[in-house]
């Protein structure tokens, strides 16, 4: 595997920043790794893996075996900085929406050679990073194949979390109201269902750990997905926030997404 840290400008953003990016590599000498890549006329297929609140780019590098992980996959993994803004164009700050559904895609297809086709386009994240997941999952349905949350705040008008979070929750959205809105991931459930769009969104995977503060949240999501009608496949396991339970299911996820010619579980 090849690992980039990639130092570049947004126009978006109006600043330099980063992403830390995992391509596949071919090799039969390296001890100990089983490295895939195919020469794809289309490009490699490539999971945007997100972050959570406290961390930054380099963090899935850190605490997983990411790059060991998918190895074998032929797939490339792009961890991109988006700060503490929940993935969003932040009130008072970046526009880190636009930057994340905009312009990182093209910069990905600008600088490495990954395949846009949905397909062969996935999207994961862990805490903040799984609302932003299923946030973006939701919101563009036409781009990803499959989308993950590990631990994910996936109830953002819950008024307990808002609390919790609330210097973060007013800097990013302001006094504007959440529920029922573009940035409530269960009224996006709720208005797929309503539309008649439920076969279009991408396959749905939720992990959570029953002692972690944020499994209410979880089960709330899990809940409204079987009222709207959307599939989702759900896993509940004893865990806390911790990286231990992110690195076991992060594993999981590789398994589960649907790469052309790897079997899924």
């Not at 391509?23 to 297929?45: D, V, W, Y």
């Not at 996935?122 to 805490?127: D, E, H, T």
């Amino acid at each position: 595997m090849a690992l980039v840290r990639c130092s570049f400008y947004s126009d978006v953003l109006e600043v330099s920043t980063s992403m830390t990016v995992v391509l596949p590599q071919a090799t039969s000498t390296q001890i100990g790794m089983a490295g895939s890549a195919s020469a794809r006329a289309e490009g490699t297929p490539v999971l945007y893996l997100l972050h959570g609140m406290s961390d930054d780019e380099t963090i899935w590098t850190r605490r997983t075996s990411i790059e060991r992980y998918v190895a074998d996959r032929g797939l490339a993994v792009v961890m991109p900085r988006v700060e503490r803004s929940f993935y969003a164009d932040e009130v008072h700050g970046h526009r880190y929406w636009t930057f994340l559904s905009e312009e990182l895609p093209s910069l990905v297809d600008q600088f490495f050679r990954v395949s846009t086709r949905r397909e062969d386009t996935f999207v994961a994240g862990l805490s903040m990073g799984g609302y932003g997941a299923f946030r973006w999952a939701l919101r563009h349905p036409g781009r990803f194949a499959a989308a993950a949350s590990l631990s994910g705040v996936l109830d953002l008008a819950d008024e307990s979390y808002r609390e919790r979070r609330l210097p973060d929750i007013e800097r990013v959205f302001g006094d504007r109201e959440i529920a029922g809105s573009d940035d409530d991931l269960l009224a996006l459930l709720r208005r797929a269902a309503a539309e008649g769009r439920t076969a279009d969104l991408p396959d749905l995977f939720l992990a959570c750990g029953t002692e972690d503060f944020l499994v209410d949240g979880n089960r709330a999501f899990e809940r409204v997905a079987d009222e709207s009608g959307v599939p989702l496949r759900s896993e509940f396991s004893p865990g806390t926030h911790e990286w231990g339970f992110w690195d076991r299911t992060i594993q999981v996820v590789l398994d589960w997404l649907p790469l052309a010619g790897t079997p899924r579980t």
